[in-house]
């Protein structure tokens, strides 16, 4: 039975009340890190059989097409939600988390990440939980000493992939095609709005709404070690192409997050496959394999998941250097 929204809300505000990192976090070692956020994670476990679906009023949802609110969601470099003007995750409202490794292949020519890797916390959720169909998306929050993180949004189509239930089924990508239905279009306008108003600077503007760039990422190193202007090498595109073994039937009947928790450790979740530029992007060519997502531990679905878990939007636009 679905957990009644005014419970959920009780036990979130009663589960993370507690919850703030601790003041020297950010100080803290990539690895560090990584532990604490997982331990803030385990803290707020949904009951077995009672996971939430029920999603955000219309009143609240209404917030999608307000800039200003919209804007947060780049402006904040925290790890963790702003408990004093907490607000409620409108989209990719529920989902599930664990620890995971970007390990990159040896042949990465990238920087920042791409070429040191990162431990970090892997979020799966659903766009909208709906009962014919299923919208994946991923997040990864790439953990760095000494500085906030390098986080990374993924989504593969907007509409979704129908009702087959295999949240793996489809590659989740930082560039994502335009949505066809109406709703989720005066959404895209409004979130091009934001990106205008983000900087004066149009290298700190995303190309538009469909664009979760990747220049941040390739700045930096988990160590902290920064990337030389002029010398940062980002992909333009990567498809997050699941590993089929982890995958389930397209015909489940359990929740996505029940089936996601039965993924072994140590599995490799995706492999990372970069285009360097959107021509080649575009033209699906010059892809090559450059990392892989490993899970570090089991997933597990929790109120500091859902509402507690922050990873912020870039906002520096790709470049090529």
Known sequence: MPLPTIFLLALVQISLVLAYLPPNYEKQTASAKQEILWGQLRQSP??????????????????????????????????EMDYDSRK???????????????????????????????????????????????????GFKA????????????????????????????????????????????????????????????????????SMPLYEQSSIETSGKVVPKGKVYAPWRIDYVPNPAIGYSPNATEDFRVKIAETPVGSVLYTLVAYWTRAQAEAKTGGVAIGELVLDSNFIASAYCDQGLFLNHASKRWQKE
């Open 46 to 79: 949904y009951p077995a059989g009672r996971l939430p679906v029920e999603g955000p009023s219309a009143l609240q949802a209404a917030q999608l097409l307000v800039p200003t609110f919209l804007k947060g969601s780049f402006n904040c470099a925290n790890d």
């Open 143 to 210: 953990l760095i000493d000494g500085v906030p993180s390098a986080n990374f949004h993924n989504v593969f189509s907007p509409d979704g992939q129908g009702l087959n239930k295999n949240f793996f089924a489809n590659n989740v990508s930082n560039i994502i095609p335009d949505s066809q239905q109406t709703p989720l279009q005066v959404v895209a306008v409004a979130f091009t709005a934001t990106l205008r108003i983000l900087s004066i600077w149009p290298s700190e503007q995303p190309e538009d709404a469909n």
């Open 88 to 138: 409620w995750k409108i989209i990719h409202t529920f989902g599930t988390c664990a620890k995971a490794t970007l390990r990159p292949f040896a042949n990465s020519t990238y920087t920042g990440v791409f070429k040191s890797g990162a431990p970090g916390i892997i979020r799966l959720s659903a766009v909208r939980i709906v009962a014919d169909n299923m919208i994946p998306s991923m």
